[in-house]
């Protein structure tokens, strides 16, 4: 399954031997694994209803090994991609296809109800190591994190954020919710409504709802009975684009404040919609780390569009897994795991998306790191969570969204 071999003594051995044409692969396919430096899978949905950000993510995942195969680094590093499809049971399969490789660290998955099926069947039995990017359902915070973590901040964190920019700054002090029927809808939802409530505000109305329905008029009709202040909805854009099409279509749309959270975030929205949707605010984690230009400027370069909702945190998450793979003794889950928070958290040299090459070498030498990466500073607590989170405001218009503003908690 994993790797067992000396990696310290080996990789300084590359090093000192100035081996410089080693190649970086860049795994597509099964193979048997066992020759590579670092073997980080990316379990990213490409399909399903997080297809449309879903494939961003992967590719800023892979992000930091076609950086360093650019960089010419001396060691060869192997990065595979498998889609989840937006399923819990096509996420397990393809994770367990990455273990049955050989893959000692995961990034993945986006879906949180995919996150906790993949870690609960995969993750925790076979002692692998799964940093997602963006998985933020509270319940996640309960789970094993020495084998789970996340780059993205806690929705417990987020329904803070929304209520505050709800009750506080937009002054609105009834609401009803509309989310999605899965651990993330439910999660965010029930944070939202507590921290609404806590504030002052009053929840008329709570309905969960299922994904990819032919029409969501019959829910809507029920949510927006008692003309809320707001309607809060909780999903993913390929729901959101018919959910919006009967809002705008069949109720006065136009006329409520409607607030949605990071998985809607998405610049095709409104043009699916056929409709500005100008009344539609939102919350979404920021990517506000030291590394963030030097992450968008490889992005940018490499795939030719700016980088979406989570993009950045998928970077990190793929970073961190590879210098806590060069800092282990051996290319093995809990080994890996030992050497998460000692390359992320605060002490030692600090290493960032720009300096990423040279922190594999002070890794591999057993040096005292700490990532500081293009979403955040990345400090883990026990739990696996990240210890604060900043989270964008933004809005929309026919061109996509806009970022007017952020929370820091």
């Known amino acids: 399954m994993s790797h067992k071999t000396n990696r310290r003594s080996v990789l ?44 961003p993510i992967q590719d800023a995942g892979a992000l930091p090994g ?32 990455l273990v049955d490789a050989g893959y ?47 780059t993205c901040p806690t929705d417990a964190l987020q329904g803070v954020a929304a209520a505050e920019l709800a ?30 409530e ?81 009344n539609v605010i939102g919350t979404a984690p920021a990517a506000a780390g030291p590394g963030r230009d030097t992450f968008d400027q490889l992005y940018d370069a490499e795939f030719g569009r700016d980088p979406g909702v989570f993009t950045a945190q998928a970077y990190d998450a793929t970073a961190v897994h590879l210098l806590a793979q060069f800092r282990a003794d051996e290319l093995a889950g809990p080994a890996v795991s030992d050497q998460v928070r000692e390359v992320a958290n605060p002490g030692g040299e600090v290493v960032t998306p720009s300096t990423l090459a040279d922190g594999l070498d002070l890794a591999a030498d057993g040096e005292e790191i700490q990532y500081q990466g293009a979403s955040s500073a990345i400090v883990f607590d026990d739990n696996g969570d990240l210890d604060a989170g900043v989270f964008d405001v933004f809005e929309f218009d026919m061109d996509g969204f806009t970022v007017t503003g952020q929370f820091e908690l």
């Open 12 to 55: 300084k051995g590359l090093g000192a031997a100035g081996a410089t044409g080693v190649a970086v692969g860049l795994a597509g396919c099964a193979d048997d694994g066992g020759d590579a430096d670092a073997m980080v899978g990316v379990l990213q949905p490409a399909t399903g209803d997080l297809g449309d950000l879903g494939s």
């Open 66 to 97: 076609i950086q360093l195969e650019d960089e010419d680094v001396p060691y060869e590093i192997d990065i595979r991609r498998e889609d989840t499809e937006t399923e819990p049971e096509v996420g397990i399969e393809r994770a367990q296809a």
């Open 104 to 150: 000692p660290s995961i990034t993945g998955a986006a879906s949180s109800g995919v996150t906790i099926a993949v870690a609960q069947d995969v993750l925790f039995p076979e002692e692998v190591v799964g940093i997602s990017p963006a998985s933020t359902s509270p319940a996640i915070t309960d789970m094993d994190g020495r084998y789970l973590l996340r």
């Open 167 to 196: 009750y506080e700054d937009r002054g609105l002090e009834t609401a009803s919710t509309f989310y999605l029927n899965n651990d993330y809808g439910q999660g965010l939802n029930d944070a939202f409504v507590e921290n609404f």
């Open 198 to 278: 806590g504030l002052g505000g009053a929840v008329q109305e709570q309905s969960a709802f299922e994904a990819e329905q032919p029409s969501y008029d019959s829910q809507l009709e029920v949510v927006l009975a008692d003309d809320p202040d707001l309607l809060y909805v909780v999903g993913y854009p390929d729901s959101g684009e018919q959910i919006f099409r009967d809002f705008y279509e069949n109720f006065d749309g136009d006329d409520t404040v409607v607030m949605v959270a990071d998985g809607m975030q998405s610049n095709s929205l409104p043009g699916d919609v056929d409709n500005p949707m100008s």
